[in-house]
């Protein structure tokens, strides 16, 4: 079975923080993905990899930056942390090629106060 | 912008009925449909995939696709309580199976 492992499955940071959600996969796929979940804006792609070191924006990298230095490994960083990023994040990961699905981990809710 | 639409939900049937779930989306380019499953709290899990026109089928689940139409439909038969979920249509594009998610409908079986 894909395990699809993120960091922290609730998290509270402060306004203006710094903040580090990690997700790690175990089953060697290219594809790396983040999304924030939303009531009534469903996922929107934050940002996604699709090897090590390569990335590209999704729908909404505005606030957030990544980083993958391993292909196990992708890390979505808040750079400074506001309350309008609070939310559920989810990582997803799957295998290069068009038919491939995407498997996700479970989720950290994200509170900025 | 790719757009992925489902119909107005919430959704509610009663055990042992059948469920179904539409979905039109926007890019002609898409190649692959998936269906995942969400229940209250939990993340996205893959139920259903479908690449080609017609209709697949696994256990209780058919999934259907219609690409002249940009139509993608998940039946679920017999439906249990344990159904009661959100429902989320993604199709694929690009190269890097990436999707573009639909915002879900919700469906309740009554008991």
């Known amino acids: 079975d894909v395990k699809v492992t993120q960091s922290s499955r609730y998290l509270v940071k402060r306004t203006g923080e710094k903040v580090f959600l990690e997700c790690v996969q175990d089953?060697?796929?290219?594809?790396m993905f983040w999304y924030r979940q939303d009531p009534g804006l469903g996922l929107r792609l934050i940002y996604f990899?699709?090897?090590?070191?390569?990335?590209e924006k999704g729908d909404i990298p505005e606030g957030y930056s990544v980083s993958r230095e391993k292909k196990e490994r992708f890390s979505l960083i808040l750079e400074s942390a506001s309350t309008n990023q609070t939310s559920m994040y989810l990582c997803?990961?799957?295998?290069?090629?068009?038919?491939?699905?995407?498997?996700f981990g479970d989720g950290t809710r994200l509170s900025i106060l | 912008q790719k757009e992925v639409e489902q119909n107005s939900g919430p959704l509610s049937v009663p055990e042992g009925a059948i469920a179904s779930l539409n979905c039109t989306y926007s890019?002609?380019?898409?190649?692959?449909f998936f269906w995942y499953r969400q229940y209250s709290g939990k993340s996205p899990e893959l139920i259903m995939s479908?690449?080609?026109?017609g209709d697949k089928e696994d256990g209780r689940f058919t999934a259907q696709l219609n690409k002249a139409s940009q139509y993608v439909s998940l039946l679920i038969r017999d439906s249990q309580p344990s159904d009661s979920a959100t429902y989320l249509c993604?199709?694929?594009?690009?190269?890097?199976?990436?999707?573009?998610f639909g915002k879900g409908i919700t469906l309740s079986v009554r008991p």
């Open positions: 890019d002609r380019g898409s190649q692959s």
């Open positions: 089953m060697d796929h290219e594809n």
């Open positions: 997803a990961s799957g295998p290069r090629g068009h038919r491939q699905p995407q498997h």
């Open positions: 990899s699709y090897d090590v070191k390569m990335k």
């Open positions: 479908i690449y080609s026109n």
């Open positions: 993604a199709p694929g594009y690009g190269a890097n199976s990436k999707l573009t």
